[in-house]
Every structure is written in C-alpha cells, then in structure tokens.
C-alpha cells in the first residue's frame, strides 16, 4: 500500500526517540504521524519515500511527530531531507510504502530497566518488518502481551518474564526465540529474522 503525504524535518540529534531504541550511528531514520505510527506498531519499520521531483530514500521509524502531524506525513531527520531536497524547501509532497530491506543483521531482544520475575518489559530490535505480536510461554501456554505507546510488551504480573519468546510480524511470520535472559537493559541477539517480503 502506498501512501501520501507530506515530508517535513526535525534535528535527530543522536538518533533516539519515542520508540526507545537509544542512540543510533545511522540518521537515515523518521518520526512517524500519530495516526500511522498506532500506538508504536510503526516503530522500526522501514520506509521507502519518493519524493514528487523523483528523488527517494529509505528511512527507520524511531519516533512519533505529534499532532499537528497529519495522516500520511513523515518528519525526516534534517540528514534523510537532505538527501530528497534542499531543507530550505521546508515541505516537500510525498510518496511512502513499507519496505524490507535486503541486508539486515538478526533481530535483539531487550528487557526494560527495571524488569524482573515479578514484572517485565520486551522490546524487540533490529527487525526487517514491523513487529505485529509478542507473546511468552507461561505455565499455562503462550500468553500475547500488549503493547504500551513506548514500544515495549508488558508482563504485569512477571509470567514468561525470561522464558521463551514467540515474535509475529505483520505478514504472519512467526519467530521462536529460546535462551534470551532476564538482564534488564541488555540488547541481546537472537540468531534469527523474519523473510525479506
């Protein structure tokens, strides 16, 4: 699906943002509209713009652009603007459609600060799509956990919290993630990724 919209800039500074990723060498990265970005379910997608003087570019959604961000608009890093026109444009009329990109290293997992038996936070990083569901395996069978708008999964009451991890993207697939431990504030590799699509 391709949307429209408009492409506006913002200094990205080191890179971080409402998806709590941290800090990131790479500024080729955008902050999403409130309404695409749904409560963080955009946070890490990749994102192909065209501009409408031909020039395209991929960015990483790390951020949320607030209202007034309208439906269908990207705050690019002033570096990504750069790279479609000159930023004394201000504006520009876009074009944007998820992509997945060839060369991805595996997905991480990381704890929240603070995480423990008795309560936990999971976010996943470095994923080629967007992340649709996580779950955790309990005594009970896998539980699905929600999402908050920060872009982690909660337990509330500590079940799974260090156990085995199921990751769906937003095509279906499904990762089985054995052997991440409970180390609040790590970012941990997985040794897999979902399909390029």
């Known amino acids: 699906m391709t949307y429209q919209g408009v492409a506006t800039s913002y200094a990205a500074g080191d890179g971080g943002g409402a998806c709590l990723y941290g800090p990131s060498a790479d500024l080729m990265i ?3 509209n409130h309404t695409d970005y749904e409560s963080a379910k955009a946070c890490g997608a990749h ?3 065209r ?3 031909g020039a395209s570019i991929t ?3 790390v951020n949320e652009c607030p209202l007034p ?3 269908g608009q990207l705050d690019l890093s002033n570096e990504a603007f750069a790279k479609l026109a000159n930023p004394s ?3 520009l009329a876009i074009t944007w459609k998820l992509v997945s990109p060839a060369a991805s290293e ?3 997992v990381r704890y929240k600060t603070g995480s423990s038996r008795w309560w936990c936070g999971i ?3 470095g994923h080629r799509n967007p992340v649709a569901a996580l779950q955790v395996r309990t005594a009970n069978g896998w539980r699905e956990l929600s999402r908050t708008d920060y872009n982690y999964f909660l337990s509330p009451d500590g079940s799974g919290c260090g156990g085995a991890i199921k990751v769906t993207d937003i095509y279906g697939e499904q990762l089985a993630i054995d052997g991440v431990a409970l180390r609040p504030d790590v970012v941990q590799p997985a040794r897999v990724q979902f399909a390029r699509r």
């Open 51 to 53: 501009a409408s003087n």
């Open 59 to 61: 960015v990483r959604i």
């Open 30 to 32: 955008a902050a999403m």
């Open 106 to 108: 595996p997905i991480s």
């Open 123 to 125: 976010q996943v990083i």
């Open 69 to 71: 961000c309208a439906p």
């Open 89 to 91: 444009v201000g504006r």
């Open 47 to 49: 994102v192909l713009v």
